[in-house]
């Protein structure tokens, strides 16, 4: 079954072979191009049944802002992405954005078809592993307060740590200074300076941040 479509790729050449092969495939290809920054207003003016849209890079911040701005004028316009072996936060981003499908680079033309057919019809386009690897790293993210946690934990020094769980735990420079057995003066030092390293502008922040990322329940579990 013919389906009208637009193949927006920024490769001009990898556009136009796509689209020469799937007009001797029957379908009606309506433009093959590559603007850097006119996708999304090209595919609104032709407004296609499906658009084959290609992103060279799926994991940046941005890329899919063109599949937004279709689906916000021309909902009924399936877009299917082009990119490379994908990230599956790549995948889950395309299809935030509202994309229909995922369809890597080097696919064979009778995926891309069937992507294409399917998209029309209101289906996911995806292959189901990289689904289903999409689904799994949205529900297990990497532990990022941990890893956030051991970065911070690398840039102070032991007696800095002591100091941010103290100022965690609501002490003053006094009390500070009385329960390192330190000198006042020596104690607002030492705050001034885990404040500048962890780049916040007050003990508030730096409690937040501190528990935010886990920093504190590390130090517990070592004993600190």
Not at 36 to 61: F, K, M, N
Not at 140 to 145: G, I, S
């Amino acid at each position: 079954m013919s389906v009208r479509l637009m193949v927006v790729d920024d490769h001009r050449l990898l556009a136009e072979a796509l689209a020469s092969a799937l007009k001797l495939r029957g379908h009606r290809v309506l433009a093959a191009a590559a603007p850097s920054g006119g996708a999304a207003e090209l595919v609104i003016s032709r407004a296609p049944e499906v658009c084959l849209l290609g992103t060279a890079t799926p994991a940046e911040p941005g890329a899919f802002d063109p599949v937004v701005r279709i689906k916000r004028e021309k909902p009924q316009i399936a877009v299917v992405v082009l990119g490379p072996v994908p990230s599956p936060r790549g995948i889950a981003s395309a299809f935030a954005a509202g994309a229909s499908g995922y369809v890597r680079h080097d696919e064979r033309i009778e995926g891309v078809e069937r992507a294409m057919v399917k998209a029309r019809a209101g289906e996911a386009a995806v292959a189901p592993q990289l689904l289903s690897q999409s689904f799994a790293e949205l529900l297990n993210p990497a532990a990022e307060p941990d890893d956030e946690g051991a970065r911070l934990l690398q840039m102070l020094t032991p007696r800095e740590v002591e100091v941010l769980v103290r100022v965690a735990e609501g002490e003053d420079t006094r009390l500070i200074a009385a329960g390192m057995r330190i000198a006042p003066s020596t104690a607002r030092t030492h705050v001034q300076r885990v404040l500048m390293k962890l780049g916040v502008g007050s003990r508030l922040e730096a409690a937040a941040l501190a528990a935010r990322t886990g920093l504190l329940e590390r130090v517990g579990g070592a004993g600190g």
